[in-house]
């Protein structure tokens, strides 16, 4: 293979999801586009590391330019959904039927992995919950996995002298093992409504 080919192919391949030959499928296809396209995408990707943040209240991603749209006046402070990372957001919005604040914790534990809870945002939750007076409900929306279930579980542990605050669990409709980010709208959608209580 040329080496101008594996470079690419090598740094694509390094992509979440994208095997070597999917990789060099898409090197390939860079290769076939013209010069004015490359530079819209070169330009495109350098736009998006340099102006897209995570907000410092929630952790959703933001422009640089822009206020938080998920830290607005519009959405209500009564529910806080807690998701494993900014692209969970996304999946969740696409149902319609959460209009509550979020907060993004950075991942899961997994003592394995050597994640622990100083790794997350767990800190900052606790904070928010704690200094809120308008919260009434906090939806635990991590992924319905070993680690997922873990984390939730902590969670609950962490909030539970929260007065009045009611702790929920995304329900069936979600497979155990599924992520969130893949799930469609409809199953989601339902998880939501059906929500339980979460057991601590």
């Not at 860079?30 to 010069?35: E, N, P, R, W």
């Not at 006046?73 to 209009?99: F, K, M, T, W």
Request: with cysteine; glycine share 8%; charged share 20%.
């Amino acid at each position: 293979m040329l080496p101008e080919l594996n470079q690419v192919t090598s740094l694509i391949a390094a992509l979440p999801g994208i095997g070597r030959k999917s990789a060099q499928r898409i090197a390939l296809h860079f290769l076939k586009q013209d010069v004015g396209y490359l530079n819209r995408f070169i330009e495109g990707l350098q736009d998006f590391y340099e102006n897209v943040v995570c907000c410092e209240t929630c952790g959703a991603l933001r422009s640089v330019r822009e206020p938080c749209e998920f830290c607005g006046p519009n959405r209500d402070p009564s529910v806080l959904c807690v998701v494993e990372q900014p692209s969970d957001i996304y999946a969740i919005e696409s149902s319609g039927e959460h209009h509550g604040l979020y907060h993004v914790l950075m991942g899961v534990l997994s003592p394995l992995d050597g994640v622990g809870p100083e790794d997350l945002t767990l800190r900052q939750l606790k904070e928010r919950v704690m200094q809120s007076t308008t919260l009434r409900e906090l939806i635990i929306a991590t992924n319905p996995s070993v680690e997922g279930n873990a984390t939730a579980h902590y969670i609950g542990r962490l909030l539970s002298d929260k007065p009045g605050l009611k702790l929920s669990r995304l329900a069936s409709g979600l497979a155990l093992g599924s992520q969130l980010e893949f799930a469609d709208s409809q199953s989601i959608s339902l998880s939501l409504r059906a929500r339980v209580p979460l057991e601590t």
